[in-house]
Structures are given as C-alpha cells and as structure tokens.
C-alpha cells in the first residue's frame, strides 16, 4: 500500500459532541465543502457510532456518494455495522479493524471527527 496523505476518522454520529441536530448539520456541512473545494481525504475510515452516517436513512448520505464519487475511499468497521445492525451501508466498503490500523500507520495525518 502506498503512503496516503491523510486519513479522516469519523467516529460519532455527526461532528464534535452536543446536539445530535446539530453535529448531523456541521457533518453534512464539513462534507460538502471537501467535496466542492476537491480537499479530498485519501481515506475515510468509519467505526463506533460513526458507521451510523452510512445507514440509508442518514441525513448526509448523498453528501457521502458524492465524496466517493470524487474519489474519496470510505471503510466502515464491519463489527460496528452489526452492532447498529447496518446491513449495507449506501457508501463505501465494509472493513476490518486491522484494515483500519493499517491506514492510520500508512497515513501522514490523521483528522478525528
């Protein structure tokens, strides 16, 4: 695997703590800036309550098509997709805890959301 330049890490459902409304709207807002200022992340991985973005009744699922349609790569922790009993999460592909330390060692920066 090559060295990748950074790996963004979403771990909850939506971005920084409080107000699930609201962490859900900065989330979606942080999404669509990447994606329109093509700052694309080489990688993001997804686990913990974050894998709940990628459920088919995420608020911010188009955001996360688009982001891999530009070319972002998304992986989402397999144990945690079945733990919230996500079958098919609608980007990305399902991945394995050691696909995630993998990525953390190969990347420059890692970024937590």
């Not at 991985?45 to 996360?64: C, H, I, M, R, T």
């Amino acid at each position: 695997m090559k060295k990748l330049t950074d790996l963004l890490q979403i771990t909850r459902y939506g971005m920084g703590d409080g107000d699930t409304e609201l962490a859900i709207k900065l989330l979606g807002n942080y999404i669509n800036i990447l994606v329109a200022d093509n700052r694309l992340p080489s990688f993001i991985v997804f686990y913990n309550e974050g894998v709940k973005v990628l459920a088919d009744n995420s608020p911010v699922k188009d955001q996360l098509i688009k982001l891999e349609e530009k070319g972002a790569k998304l992986i989402a922790c397999s144990t945690c997709l079945d733990y919230y009993n996500i079958t098919e999460p609608v980007a990305g592909i399902k991945g394995t805890m050691p696909d995630i330390i993998t990525l953390q060692s190969k990347a420059d920066k890692i970024i937590n959301l």
